[in-house]
Structures are given as structure tokens and as C-alpha cells.
């Protein structure tokens, strides 16, 4: 997992840590220069051909040097067709050899242009007991906080103990939508209508803004930019929190849809595409994902095909069963239901389908079988 913490610097620990960032993201930006006239993408590669004149040229610490060829490298790894560019304060990476956790006073010591800096941080109870397993490389950030003002933050990578899974009795089926977000097979509707008027009201409200173009406007579409993403992330977070506390009062594993590449395989109308496109339904699936693991909670991935045309009852499966988009009706049996509630169901009934335990089949015929060869296995 990943734990952020905020540093307290003072104005002229600022200056060096901005002072470091510019350098290192401009040297960054040297190297992919390099390696995309040279075709060399190669860490090892770079290194041997850019190593000691990117030190000498930028006075960066042999580490940083480094770490910022293995940022190229690894920006290379992605997309190998595109020319790579790195913004003046982007995020660099330290590890263990430049940067130091002393959690007992709450600060960290790390490497800039102008010396080692001890800096204090600033973390919640939490944080600082998943700090207690940290490992691995830390991202220095300089990024905005919630009032709009740029601060620099350390995003740790830490080890989160997973307790063992607990006996699972059934499966907590959860359908995700546009309508609502999400829908559990208890019944559990949590609506997304917040998140559709503040998208609709930003929409709106950056169309005007765009439109006039004054410095003005640039600087409140600049503020507003991030704000959206932050209600929707805030917004899974409480949704996954609540489905993975539903399944563990339960003693329930959760099923959710595998639902890769829905993008290409959904077609909506024009006035829905922004709609779409803007559904953050991975961000809610990966949430639910590592809450459940760390409660100790199985997860269980199924296929979406039919969920939401078949009938739980009697097995069928029409594209009229869905008499409307909040309720289904069969046109065989006259099962009638919310159509999300069913759709719940449905990936819980599969998913108790797909774990069920394997009982493979007896080598000779049971008793009784009309295929029963007197004296003989079936097999020979």
C-alpha cells in the first residue's frame, strides 16, 4: 500500500526541495531526449552511456542520478512510440540511500542540491502504524491540497499485513452502474446522483469559464480542476467501505463484475458518452478490492454476460426481462424486481456457482444408472 504523509519544510527547505525537483525532472527530460533520438530505452543502457554526464552537468547526488535514469526507464516501459516529457515539479523517487524515516519524531531526513534536509511531516494514527512496515521507494510530491495551495508530500510504500481469509458462508453480489454506482444483493442502493450533478455543474460551469478566457477564469478553472476527482475518490471510498462492512457482518466473500474493456463494448447515446467516459468504476473496484483483503475478505471476480436479463427463478434470459432500466419483469415466470437488485443476485448465484467445491465423478457407475456394466468399468 501507499501512505502519504505532509512535510512541514521551512521556506528555505521549500526552496531546496523545488530547487531539487527542477533539476532532477530537467535531467529527466535530458535523458529521454537522449534515449528517444538514440532508440535506447534500457535502464542498464542509459545508465552506461548518461550516468556521469548528467551528474556533472546538474550537480544531482550520485543516487538521484540514479533514480531519475530509472524513472525514464520505466516511463520507456509504458509506451515505447511516444517521446516522454516531465513536467518542471514532478514527483521523483527516493529510496533508502537518500531518504530516512525517524518516526519517533515524525521526521525524515533526505537528499536535495543543497545538503541533507531533516524535515518534519505531518501524519494521522493510521499512517504512522502502516509506517512501521515501510519499504521500498518513497515519491516525493509537490501537489495541491484541498484549499488549492501546493504543499509537498511523501507517498511511502509500505507492507499492510493481511489477516486470513474467514470461512465464507455466501456471496455478497455487487452491480455497478451509471444510475447508481452501486447495488448490493441485500438490497443496498448507493446512489450516484451527487457525483452526476457535480460532474454536470462542473461541465457546465467550465464551458463559461473556457469561453471568457480572462486571467480570472484561468486561475478558478485552475482551483476547480482537482476538486471534482477528490469528491469522486472520497465518495468510493465510503461506498467500498460500506459493501466490504456489509459482507464481514455477513460472513460473505463479494462478488463483483469482471468488467475490462466495458468502454469498448458498451454503446450509449451521445448525450451519455461524457457520462461514460468519466465513470470511475476501476477506482471503486480496486477500493473494494484491498478493503476486503485487509478485512480478511474473499473476493470473487464473474462474468457480466446476462446478469442483468436473467431471471433468478426460472432461468430465463430475454432482453424484454428488462421492462425498464430500474425494474425487471419476466416474460416467462412474472418474477418481478428492482432490475440492479436482480443483477446482484444474479452475480452472487454465479459467483456461489464458480466456488462451489469440485466433486469430481466415480471412476465406475453408481448403482442404479442405466450406463451400469455389469462387472465392468465404463472406462475400458
Known sequence: MTVGVKLQPTAEQACALLHTLGCANDAANKI???????????????????YYRIKDEFGLSAQLVVRVIGKVADAYKLDKQTKRTFRKHGSIAYDSRILRWYQ?????????????????????????????????????????????????????TVNAPEPPEGETKSWLG???????????????????SAVRSMRHRNRRLRAKLQSKGTRAAKRLLKKRRAKEARFARHTNHVISKSIVQT????????AVEELGGIRDRVTVRRSQRSTLHSWSFFQLRSFIEYKARLAGIRICAVGPHNTSRLCPLCGCIDKANRKSQSQFLCTSCGYAASADVNAARNISSRAALVNQPYLPKPLYPVEGSQRQVSGKSPLL
Not at 455487487?174 to 450516484?192: R, T
Open 247 to 254: 459482507a464481514k457482518a455477513l460472513s460473505q466473500g463479494i
Open 32 to 50: 529521454s531526449e537522449w534515449a528517444w533520438q538514440n532508440r535506447t530505452f534500457g535502464q542498464y543502457a542509459l545508465h552506461k552511456a548518461l
Open 174 to 192: 455487487v452491480d455497478l452502474g451509471f444510475v447508481s454506482i452501486a447495488v448490493d444483493s441485500e438490497g443496498n442502493v448507493y446512489s450516484g
Open 104 to 156: 519517533a519524531k515524525s521526521e525524515v531526513t533526505l537528499s536535495t542540491l543543497d545538503g541533507r534536509q531533516r524535515i518534519p511531516y505531518q501524519s494521522g494514527d493510521r499512517g504512522r502504524r502502516l509506517l512501521q512496515n515501510q519499504q521500498g521507494e518513497t515519491d516525493l510530491l509537490y501537489k495541491e491540497n484541498s484549499t488549492g495551495q501546493r504543499q509537498f508530500y511523501l507517498a511511502a
